[in-house]
């Protein structure tokens, strides 16, 4: 039911973390290249393995939030309620999409910028645990908060 998909998730989303910790960031170059495309980044393996792992994540994150007012409704919640844990959901996605493509694009370095993945990754396993262990509305809502922040970064 609900509450497998839900485990089933945050497993997904775990395997986010040591996959962010296998990146070896490129250096910063001094001189910008012309090249518009250049394919040699297709070529890494570690490069097509986190491409699997995303596609994978979006292909079975989407439906969750799709699916979010029936698991509230399904735990109780009234209409309402599950309209309000969407809405906490969204604008925490919103909120951490802007902070992370102005704030994290402009003031971190290339070289630690996937720790953006891997934070966000984190926040991702914590909000769907918070979901499956919350038994009042405002656990929900919180839980929707941090899972929110996890899919802002993904934006």
């Known amino acids: 039911g609900l509450h497998g998909a ?35 980044l297709l070529k890494n393996p570690v490069f097509l393995l986190f491409c699997l792992a995303s596609i994978v994540h979006k292909f079975f994150t989407d439906p969750f939030i799709a699916h979010l007012a029936n698991y509230a409704v399904s735990k109780g919640r009234t209409l309402e309620e599950a309209s309000v844990i969407l809405t906490a959901f969204y604008g925490s996605c919103c909120a951490t999409g802007l902070f992370v493509s102005v704030g994290a694009n402009t003031c971190v370095p290339a070289k630690h910028r996937v720790l953006t993945f891997l934070v966000a990754a984190l926040f991702g396993v914590t909000g769907a645990i918070l979901l499956l262990n919350s038994d009042s509305f405002e656990g929900d809502i919180v839980a929707s908060i941090v899972g929110g922040i996890d899919f802002g970064e993904l934006l």
């Open 6 to 40: 839900t485990l089933l998730l945050g497993g997904i989303m775990l395997q986010r973390i040591p996959m962010a910790m296998m990146f070896w960031c490129p250096e910063e170059r001094v001189a910008p290249q012309k090249v518009a495309f250049s394919s040699t």
